[in-house]
């Protein structure tokens, strides 16, 4: 049996998801803000993002960081290039965007001010053990990780089901140190 490329395991993550139940992505999508508010993470500036429909959490994930950290910010997309930024300041101030996402309607920040989070909350449909993160493919935040302060502590969300022993990794794929996931809480990675 051949070992999974990165597309096949993006296929068989996003069918999973496609075939939870309200109730379950509900369920999950509450043990996450619960575990945000007992302190998880914090500090004067948290970078996260604007969960899509098949991600886990929600925009209440969001809130709930916005009680715990001094600001939150989440991406705004421009291409090509790295991510720029902008304050999340709750639902009413999102907007549709490019590829299904909403973005806040505030004032943007280049992508360098990723450096003032100390805690970084990465999407992912899956992570391994050794921190390697699966993404849709598009590498806006490999290319932007790189920008962000050495001693930030790089999360990534995903349910327990993705939480793998091994994914296909590609030279500029950076590891993650940490995966939050509803079940498990928040989970070491690596050598941590």
Do not use: N
Not at 28 to 34: H, K, Q, Y
Not at 63 to 81: I, K
Not at 137 to 166: K, M, P, Q
Request: net charge negative; hydrophobic share 40%.
């Amino acid at each position: 049996m051949h070992a999974r490329t990165k597309d096949e395991w993006r296929q068989l993550v996003l069918s999973g998801r496609r075939a939870l139940t309200p109730e379950l992505r509900t369920a999950e999508d509450r043990a996450l803000v619960a575990l945000v508010t007992q302190g998880i993470a914090g500090g004067a500036t948290v970078c996260a993002y604007v969960p899509t429909a098949l991600e886990p959490g929600s925009v209440d994930f969001l809130d709930a960081l916005r009680q715990v950290a001094g600001r939150v910010l989440v991406p705004v997309t421009r291409e090509p290039g790295p991510l720029h930024w902008s304050e999340f300041t709750g639902a009413d101030g999102l907007t549709d965007a490019r590829y299904g996402l909403r973005e806040p309607t505030g004032p943007v920040w280049e992508p360098d001010e990723i450096r003032s989070a100390e805690t970084i909350f990465v999407p992912a449909l899956a992570v391994d053990r050794r921190g390697v993160r699966l993404g849709r493919g598009a590498g806006f935040y490999d290319r932007t990780l790189g920008l962000a302060a050495s001693d930030a502590r790089l999360i990534t969300v995903v349910r327990d089901e993705e939480l793998v022993s091994e994914l296909p990794e590609d030279p500029h794929d950076v590891r993650m140190g940490w995966a939050l996931t509803p079940g498990s809480g928040l989970v070491p990675l690596g050598d941590r």
